[in-house]
């Protein structure tokens, strides 16, 4: 039988793979939305998820899905750009499960794993033994071994290391038809052997060895030309001389073939050491011309980056770390690999080799790890940084990866761009110039009928033009919907014949990914954004101005690159809840997949009363940390935030809200009883109080200061001469009604800094937890009272300081926005700083005091997310401390989330992952740094220490006898 259209409803198909004993099996609408789109331009809605978690059920689903009638697309992470990871029947995600390191073999330096499993915890497993597998992709934090698979996927290193088809040893597959097959290399006595047999694997193998036969020329002169041709199938590895090799032959195949159920890899060993050279030049252009010269120095990766790329970066620490690079417009990042006596003298060699090149214009070696490092990151963040222009512009994978050989890269990118120019469009240029292949988004407009006829003109031209100079159209990321159709420009009707063929050997009911490779989807059809696609009409208290206030807009910032999925620390805070449950639902692409979805109100229905978004928010600590860490810049906290506001508008709403939320206000009148409220809040009555308050009964309700922090500073007298003027300190309801001591402190440290300390007039709010409850009417009027109150400070130049660093962001980016266009509140925000940025850049020839100490320190979310780390360690540099910033994400209490009830096991479990072990790993004279209210809560319940405050760190030392503890 031949698949044109799924015939079950999604409910029987459910039903029936439940019974079927297949996984966990989910037709919700929220699943489905979810799974129906990857990090590509096409979105397919699929009939069900399915989420094996044994061999055996992979083999089930398949069964019951070919009894059906259903196609099957096997998806990892869903990083594939192509559209090969979503389609219209069962979506079976092996990422979640199916995920298990089988074996390793140091001896033999191969691995054995199941197709789920995300390639740097693999990474992990064989760096114990000093050992790596090759192929690395910049999604190497999320990506699995199955999509690498895939897709043949190849990364920074393959240059060196190899594509994943030069990296694999052994598959065991299973096809739509329920034939499990072990491949790998085959002599021609093993082939003779394997079809004497007689069964369903030998009919396989003598189908392909003859088609392989039949067909040796056109195997030997069209495929395979050079390492980066990955378009189509690699039949190439069926040539006698290549041992018949059909693992590999398998890789690349986008799921259209069969389900991988096991793969055995091979690992290398990296050289013991690396150099990284910066090499400047005018353009791109005349940076693809330079790579020749630089291959003949043998290095492990050379990467190149626009300008147009490094110009969009906001993060503050990468930002610094790009304005030390070169002055330039295109630069290439050469890595080299060996002993570090012979590094040096190869790094100078191959920066002398680009001196010689038109258009250099500077180069640097780079030998601190963390700067380079940082600079990585850029180019790991590539796919995200490019899909949005410096001037806001959408930009939009359509033309991924195409690749050359590198010889012809200059030539080609020239053409390239003179074609981009023709059709008025423009892309940031990055991706693996040592081996001919380009990454680059491009601003299609597929919001309206012309825009996407321009795509469609577009892509084929760019197939043409790749064709002429002996290119491929993909380079490592396969062809998927976005390049299937155009594959007969590349290689003519014959090859394309020999591409069917193969495909129906392996599949003859067309049940795998249909539309893929052969049988191609149009290259326009199933796009994600699309004029026939009318948006609901949503309105927006936020502005979402750098989204033309368009709530879809905002949302469709998420083009499915995955990052929020990485499980590793690696200095980023997003997205606590994920690495906790490892479901996609909870992931920041989840979340936006589905208020997109929501937007478009076909799959999710409901608009804002939506039940589906709202389960997927639930466990959103609204830490910011996307907002910073997403390359796109996708900011969850603030979509709940709207979110929560017209969902529950005119509704009742959760008990928290009414605590949590209103605390600042509710914190007034206990102040003036705080031991009467305390001895209620811990007495029998405590489980009565949490239950009605919505807060979860293993948390104990923080306890009132005896005396408010405003009382203490209102009657004393200030201190200090005061010379380098006022300052007013931001009095947050947190440190003023629970730990005063840490406003005491930062008066402290203010004063000996030669500030004189002013407050706010009255009781004043940054209305934070009205905004992260979503109730944005009343955060709007506390937000005019605050600012209102702030204006004489700020308009004569008095810098705002902030010691509760969520309050502090709060007043630096979350007012602005929720009163957008009050001009007063926009120059709030200017004027708010962090104590340590205060006292590094604006308190000239203060010196602070010298604290010989070790410390470990969290950031708080909010504060990675709006000002960085940058400050504090220079301070404490400063200070002499020795100090270990934890990249361990949140501390997972975060405000009001933690509190909530139903949410104690994922606050702990967050904190657990890095924070909380971190804590109690440390000595006792290990200082525990932590400027969040909610740090401090979470580290003092779950171990035992007690986290300080920069503020008390540094007064301590200024008074020791008296300061507070």
């Known amino acids: 039988m031949t698949m044109t259209a799924p015939g079950p409803d999604a409910a029987a198909v459910a039903e029936a793979l439940a019974r079927g004993d297949c996984g966990d099996v989910a037709g919700d609408a929220g699943r489905r939305a979810q799974y129906s789109a990857d990090s590509s331009n096409y979105r397919q809605v699929p009939l069900v998820v399915v989420f094996p978690r044994e061999r055996r059920q992979v083999i089930n689903a398949l069964s019951v899905c070919r009894r059906m009638g259903v196609p099957v697309t096997a998806r990892g992470a869903g990083t594939s750009t192509s559209g090969q990871a979503v389609g219209p029947g069962a979506?079976?995600?092996?990422?979640?499960?199916?995920?298990?390191?089988?074996?390793?073999?140091?001896?033999?330096?191969?691995?054995?794993?199941?197709?789920?499993?995300?390639?740097?915890?693999?990474?992990?497993?064989?760096?114990?033994?000093?050992?790596?597998?090759?192929?690395?992709?910049?999604?190497?934090?999320?990506?699995?071994?199955?999509?690498?698979?895939?897709?043949?996927?190849?990364?920074?290193?393959?240059?060196?290391?190899?594509?994943?088809?030069?990296?694999?040893?052994?598959?065991?597959?299973?096809?739509?038809?329920?034939?499990?097959?072990?491949?790998?290399?085959?002599?021609?006595?093993?082939?003779?052997?394997?079809?004497?047999?007689?069964?369903?694997?030998?009919?396989?193998?003598?189908?392909?060895?003859?088609?392989?036969?039949?067909?040796?020329?056109?195997?030997?002169?069209?495929?395979?030309?050079?390492?980066?041709?990955?378009?189509?199938?690699?039949?190439?590895?069926l040539l006698p001389e290549r041992r018949f090799d059909l693992a590999k032959a398998l890789v690349g195949s986008e799921g259209t073939l069969a389900v991988v159920l096991s793969a055995t890899v091979r690992l290398i060993s990296p050289p013991p050491a690396a150099a990284l050279v910066v090499l400047g030049f005018r353009d791109a252009c005349a940076a693809a011309d330079a790579v020749p010269a630089l291959l003949e120095h043998r290095p492990l990766a050379i990467e190149g980056l626009d300008q147009a790329l490094t110009d969009i970066v906001v993060r503050p620490e990468t930002r610094a770390a790009i304005d030390t690079l070169p002055a330039a417009k295109a630069w290439l990042f050469a890595k080299l690999g060996g002993t570090g006596e012979e590094l040096t003298g190869r790094a100078q060699a191959l920066a002398e080799s680009a001196r010689q090149a038109a258009g250099f214009t500077g180069g640097e070696v780079i030998t601190e790890p963390a700067r380079a490092r940082r600079l990585w990151r850029i180019r790991e963040d590539g796919a995200g940084l490019a899909t949005r222009l410096p001037d806001g512009a959408e930009a939009w994978p359509g033309w991924e990866d195409a690749a050359v050989p590198p010889d012809r890269l200059g030539s080609y990118l020239r053409q390239f761009t003179g074609l981009l120019d023709q059709y008025r469009l423009q892309g940031a240029v990055y991706g693996h110039f040592g081996e001919g292949c380009l990454h680059v988004r491009i601003d299609f407009d597929f919001t309206t009928e012309e825009g996407t006829t321009v795509f469609r003109a577009f892509v084929t031209d760019a197939a043409k033009l790749i064709s002429a100079h002996g290119g491929s159209l993909s380079g490592e990321h396969g062809d998927g919907q976005a390049r299937s159709e155009l594959l007969p420009l590349m290689y003519g009707p014959d090859v394309i014949s020999l591409f069917e063929e193969f495909k129906s050997i392996w599949d003859p009911d067309n049940g795998l990914n249909p539309g893929m490779i052969v049988r191609p989807l149009p290259v326009d059809g199933n796009l994600r954004v699309s004029p026939r696609r009318t948006p609901l009409p949503l309105r927006t208290v936020f502005p979402f101005h750098a989204d033309g206030g368009d709530f879809a807009k905002a949302t469709r910032r998420c083009v499915g690159v995955g990052k929020c999925r990485s499980t590793g620390h690696h200095g980023d805070v997003m997205c606590p809840s994920y690495r906790v449950t490892l479901d996609e639902k909870d992931s920041t692409r989840g979340r936006a997949r589905l208020l997109y979805e929501m937007t478009q109100?076909?799959?999710?229905?409901?608009?804002?009363?939506?039940?589906?978004?709202?389960?997927?928010?639930?466990?959103?600590?609204?830490?910011?940390?996307?907002?910073?860490?997403?390359?796109?810049?996708?900011?969850?906290?603030?979509?709940?935030?709207?979110?929560?506001?017209?969902?529950?508008?005119r509704r009742i709403r959760p008990a928290s809200h009414y605590t949590m939320g209103w605390l600042p206000l509710l914190s007034r009148p206990a102040a003036r009883v705080p031991r009467f409220v305390n001895a209620l809040t811990s007495s029998r009555l405590a489980p009565l109080i949490k239950r009605l308050g919505g807060i979860a009964t293993e948390r104990e309700i923080p306890r009132y200061a005896d005396e408010t922090f405003l009382a203490w500073f209102?009657?004393?007298?200030?201190?200090?001469?005061?010379?380098?003027?006022?300052?007013?300190?931001?009095?947050?309801?947190?440190?003023?009604?629970?730990?005063?001591?840490?406003?005491?402190?930062?008066?402290?440290?203010?004063?000996?800094?030669?500030?004189?300390?002013?407050?706010?007039?009255?009781?004043?709010?940054?209305?934070?937890?009205?905004?992260?409850?979503?109730?944005?009417?009343?955060?709007?009027?506390?937000?005019?009272?605050?600012?209102?109150?702030?204006?004489?400070?700020?308009?004569?130049?008095?810098?705002?300081?902030?010691?509760?660093?969520?309050?502090?962001?709060?007043?630096?980016?979350?007012?602005?926005?929720?009163l957008d266009g009050d001009e007063n509140a926009r120059a709030l925000g200017r004027a708010?700083?962090?104590?340590?940025?205060?006292?590094?850049?604006?308190?000239?020839?203060?010196?602070?005091?010298?604290?010989?100490?070790?410390?470990?320190?969290?950031?708080?979310?909010?504060?990675?997310?709006?000002?960085?780390?940058?400050?504090?360690?220079?301070?404490?540099?400063?200070?002499?401390?020795?100090?270990?910033?934890?990249?361990?994400?949140?501390?997972?209490?975060?405000?009001?989330?933690?509190?909530?009830?139903?949410?104690?096991?994922?606050?702990?479990?967050?904190?657990?992952?890095?924070?909380?072990?971190?804590?109690r790993a440390a000595s006792p004279d290990t200082r525990i740094l932590a400027d969040g209210f909610s740090c401090r809560v979470q580290i003092a319940s779950r171990t035992g220490r007690t986290g300080t405050h920069l503020a008390q760190l540094i007064a301590h030392a200024l008074t020791p006898s008296d300061a507070p503890p």
């Open 91 to 237: 979506v079976l995600d092996l990422s979640r499960y199916y995920n298990r390191l089988i074996a390793l073999d140091p001896q033999a330096r191969t691995a054995t794993v199941q197709p789920g499993i995300v390639l740097d915890d693999l990474q992990t497993a064989a760096a114990e033994h000093g050992l790596r597998f090759g192929a690395d992709p910049s999604t190497h934090s999320r990506c699995t071994l199955g999509g690498m698979i895939g897709n043949n996927a190849c990364g920074t290193h393959s240059l060196a290391w190899g594509r994943t088809a030069d990296n694999v040893v052994e598959l065991e597959v299973v096809t739509y038809r329920g034939t499990v097959v072990r491949l790998g290399e085959m002599t021609p006595s093993e082939v003779d052997e394997a079809i004497a047999a007689g069964d369903d694997r030998a009919r396989l193998i003598a189908s392909l060895h003859l088609l392989a036969q039949r067909n040796l020329a056109a195997l030997r002169t069209n495929l395979g030309r050079f390492p980066r041709q990955v378009s189509g199938y690699a039949l190439e590895h």
């Open 601 to 649: 109100g076909e799959v999710i229905t409901e608009g804002w009363r939506s039940t589906e978004v709202l389960d997927a928010l639930d466990l959103c600590l609204s830490c910011k940390g996307c907002s910073a860490d997403c390359p796109v810049g996708v900011d969850v906290a603030t979509y709940k935030s709207e979110f929560l506001h017209h969902h529950y508008r």
């Open 832 to 919: 708010t700083v962090t104590l340590a940025e205060l006292l590094v850049r604006h308190a000239p020839g203060w010196e602070p005091p010298r604290i010989e100490a070790r410390s470990i320190s969290q950031t708080h979310c909010h504060q990675h997310a709006t000002s960085g780390f940058g400050a504090d360690r220079t301070l404490l540099d400063r200070m002499g401390v020795d100090n270990t910033a934890l990249e361990s994400g949140c501390c997972g209490l975060a405000g009001n989330f933690g509190f909530e009830r139903g949410h104690y096991d994922v606050s702990v479990a967050a904190g657990e992952q890095v924070l909380l072990p971190a804590v």
């Open 714 to 818: 209102r009657a004393r007298t200030s201190e200090g001469d005061g010379q380098r003027g006022p300052v007013m300190l931001w009095v947050d309801s947190f440190n003023n009604h629970f730990t005063p001591d840490v406003l005491k402190a930062g008066v402290a440290v203010l004063e000996d800094a030669g500030f004189r300390v002013r407050v706010p007039d009255g009781i004043q709010c940054c209305a934070l937890t009205w905004i992260t409850t979503g109730q944005l009417g009343i955060a709007r009027r506390i937000g005019r009272r605050t600012t209102a109150a702030l204006t004489p400070a700020v308009s004569a130049g008095i810098p705002v300081v902030g010691l509760e660093p969520s309050c502090t962001a709060a007043l630096k980016s979350d007012l602005p926005e929720l």
